[in-house]
């Protein structure tokens, strides 16, 4: 492999990669928020002035549809088509998905860009990350670099949600536009993210020039000697594939919550122009208002700082004679505290209901607990597959794993309906307790859970 690196410093490649989820992520985390909020303003203030369930399901749909197609990505990038064109060409469909909702009005040039974001998602997502883990020589090192990865991805979060998503509701340093020029914006940033790619197509070497399924990981694992046996799975590939599996399932109950956290976020504490919007929290500090995107502003904020920390406990305890802790028990571990963030939750309603208004510092805990959540055991996904899938489906496996999110957008719009029927306290604590002891019982398990990944 061409590209090389010195001891303790990254090539130069990784940043090309992890700055190519950096643009990619601020368009979608823009487009995400926008699409929440514009279809259920006020058609007087720009919007599409449809109900609250409306903006979720949109939303929802934009991003489940988004978290599946990378399983149809990973497989043409593991067999027919290198991954190094598949990165490009996707990032220039979601440039166009984004160009039809500038010029959409209603909600079927919405659904249009749902369709092409998508399918470029799918041919982008894991195919990146597949490339990135090839740019390494020792599987010791992935799980820091994937987590330092998922801050640049956080790093476009933040950008999109803080900066480019108020440009459509508060204005930005005098600037307000319109929603649909902000979605001209998110092409942008998706056209600019394929120059930068393949102008620095160097920078990466040899790393995904060949489908994934002529195994180039330069790093010794169980599954990479198992491939030698040829095409065929081995029933350790079967097992380590399995243990891929349970953990995400196990992540799509995370994500379900994670996501549907957002929803009361928004329209129950939030604020905006229409009658859905409840505004149970002050979102003011002195006469500024701050955001109601600033709540996804925190969890960008929270993931960028955490993942060097992140990055440095897991590598440090990787050197400890008994290793890191599993992949299922850090799993655990981001279930309960997000179990732990809707107590919070419903905290901060019992206070809004007797006083008419509680805190936004509130939510801001919310945030922070769904954060921390997130960032002990999401950004290593990626890292646990492409150490234990077999090559010949390591582009799949690695499509796969987004799949819980898929599974999460289609369960909870119909669940966060359902809770709007019945006593807040009621619904979202009785979740919060269903949600940590599940991740207590997998925690419970884990030991078990564990033989399947060292299966040879």
Excluded at 12 to 22: K, Q, S
Excluded at 347 to 353: E, G, L, P, R, S
Aim: proline letters at 3%; charged letters at 15%; aromatic letters at 14%.
């Amino acid at each position: 492999m061409e590209a090389t690196k010195t001891k303790n410093k990254k090539p130069f490649g990784f940043y090309v990669c992890a700055l190519g989820f950096t643009f990619e992520r601020i368009a979608f985390y823009t487009a995400k928020y926008l699409l929440a909020i514009w279809i259920v303003t006020e058609v007087a203030s720009g919007g599409l002035g449809l109900p609250d369930e409306k903006g979720v399901a949109m939303s929802a749909a934009f991003v489940a549809w988004t978290y599946i197609t990378p399983i149809f990505g990973g497989y043409i990038a593991d067999h027919w088509i290198s991954p190094r064109i598949c990165v490009p060409v996707g990032m220039i469909l979601m440039g166009l998905g984004y160009l039809c909702t500038w010029k959409a009005d209603s909600l079927g040039l919405v659904w249009a860009m749902i369709v092409l974001v998508s399918i470029g998602t799918g041919l982008f997502k894991g195919n990146l990350s597949g490339i990135n883990g090839l740019l390494f020589h020792d599987s010791d090192e992935l799980d820091e670099a994937f987590s330092i990865q998922y801050s640049f991805v956080n790093v476009g979060s933040f950008i999109g949600t803080t900066f480019i998503a108020m440009l459509a509701t508060t204005g930005l340093f005098g600037i307000k536009t319109s929603f649909n020029t902000v979605f001209l914006i998110c092409a942008i940033f998706m056209f600019i993210d394929a120059a930068w790619f393949i102008l620095n197509g160097k920078a990466l070497g040899d790393a995904g020039k060949e489908p994934f399924k002529a195994d180039q990981r330069e790093f010794e694992t169980v599954a990479k000697k198992d491939d030698a046996a040829g095409d065929k799975l081995t029933s350790g590939d079967a097992k380590r594939i399995g243990a891929i599996v349970l953990v995400t399932l196990f992540s799509a109950i995370f994500w379900m919550v994670w996501y549907m956290a957002y929803m009361p976020a928004y329209y129950r504490f939030g604020w905006g122009d229409g009658s859905s919007y409840m505004n149970l929290a002050n979102w003011y500090i002195g006469s500024f208002q701050v955001p109601t995107s600033w709540f996804d502003s925190m969890n960008a904020l929270v993931c960028i700082a955490l993942g060097p920390v992140l990055a440095a406990v897991w590598a440090r305890m990787a050197k400890r004679p008994q290793g890191d802790i599993s992949m299922f028990k850090k799993t655990a571990l981001g279930i309960i505290l997000v179990g732990i963030s809707y107590i919070v939750m419903v905290v901060a309603d019992k206070i809004a209901m007797a006083n008419g208004q509680c805190s936004f510092l509130w939510l801001a805990l919310v945030s922070l607990l769904m954060s921390l959540g997130e960032m002990i055991f999401s950004p290593l996904g990626n890292s646990f597959i492409s150490k234990l899938a077999p090559a010949k489906v390591l582009g799949l496996l690695l499509g796969f794993w987004p799949i819980a999110v898929f599974i999460a957008q289609y369960i909870y719009p119909s669940l966060y309906a359902w809770l709007k029927t019945i006593n807040f306290t009621v619904g979202y604590g009785g979740l919060a307790a269903v949600i940590i002891v599940l991740g207590i019982i997998l925690w419970l398990c884990s030991g078990k859970l564990d033989e399947m990944e060292k299966a040879e």
